[in-house]
């Protein structure tokens, strides 16, 4: 069986639904308190930024900082390098290469904001309290993840990874990036950190447009792992495609308006005390 990779992303793809995927984001950052600057430009950190679509957003609200971006895709830092700069508020973004996994912070941030991300990092609670120690005294800590590994989407695309005919080409990938925890546990462990803690959960019912919208949907996330599996085999690939899609198309089928695709998020906040 092969060894699982790190997969490549295709940041144009998962851009596609840059709409929905950005809702959960202004959800959590109208939640986030105000920060601890006090008379400085806020000094914030976002985790695992992507193509830097979000990292931008973050200057609506605090339109003097000082932002960096991190994320370990060339392919996703390349992309986001457009939005690097000088910002119309007076502050700048740049971004660095990064691997969620074992980011240490090196200065005091005022936020450190993770997208979408740790997902992808096993066990990345155990990071939380060097991160909670690099905030400023009543700086936040924010997180949104997705928990909807247990739905069709998901469970569809784990047991066809785990078919005879698949698992010893995708069948590790199919699982290996599933590391997310429920609400009352980010709630626990920030708590117990010392921080005020908000946590929630929200279900989104999206409603996704054109052909096979599910699987446009997964191809910029979930199948990732599987796609850079399948990456030298062509024939294999498209077969893949082919029978995910056909499973999909049952657990989804298009409604008179599109295509209804629930989505679950986790959320939390974390908030440092005062010093």
Request: a negative charge; one cysteine or more; aromatic letters at 10%.
């Amino acid at each position: 069986m092969q060894k699982p990779q790190n997969p490549t992303w295709d940041p144009q793809q998962y851009l596609r639904h840059s709409g929905h995927r950005t809702r959960p984001f202004h959800d959590l950052l109208a939640r986030i308190p105000g920060l601890p600057a006090r008379g400085r430009p806020a000094r914030i950190a976002d985790l695992g930024c992507g193509p830097g679509n979000v990292t931008a957003l973050l200057t609506e609200r605090w339109p003097d900082a000082r932002i960096t971006g991190y994320d370990n895709s060339p392919d996703m830092l390349s992309e986001a390098a457009r939005h690097a700069g000088p910002t119309p508020g007076g502050g700048s973004i740049d971004f660095r290469h990064a691997d969620a996994a074992d980011w240490v912070p090196e200065e005091p941030y005022d936020l450190i904001v993770s997208n979408a991300a740790l997902q992808w990092v096993p066990g990345h609670a155990k990071s939380f309290p060097a991160w909670i120690e690099a905030l400023a005294p009543g700086g936040t800590l924010a997180l949104q993840v997705p928990g909807n590994f247990t739905s069709p989407s998901h469970a569809i695309l784990d047991d066809l990874c785990d078919t005879p005919e698949w698992r010893e080409r995708v069948g590790r990938h199919g699982r290996r990036y599933v590391h997310v925890y429920e609400p009352w546990e980010y709630l626990t462990q920030l708590t117990g950190l010392g921080c005020e803690t908000d946590a929630w959960e929200t279900t989104y019912i999206q409603l996704l447009q054109g052909e096979d919208p599910v699987l446009d949907w997964v191809k910029g996330t979930a199948l990732r792992p599987i796609l850079t599996a399948l990456a030298d085999d062509e024939q294999a690939r498209t077969a893949f495609l082919g029978q995910y899609r056909d499973l999909l198309r049952k657990a989804y089928p298009p409604g008179p308006y599109g295509t209804v695709f629930p989505f679950r998020r986790i959320f939390a906040i974390a908030r440092k005390k005062d010093a």
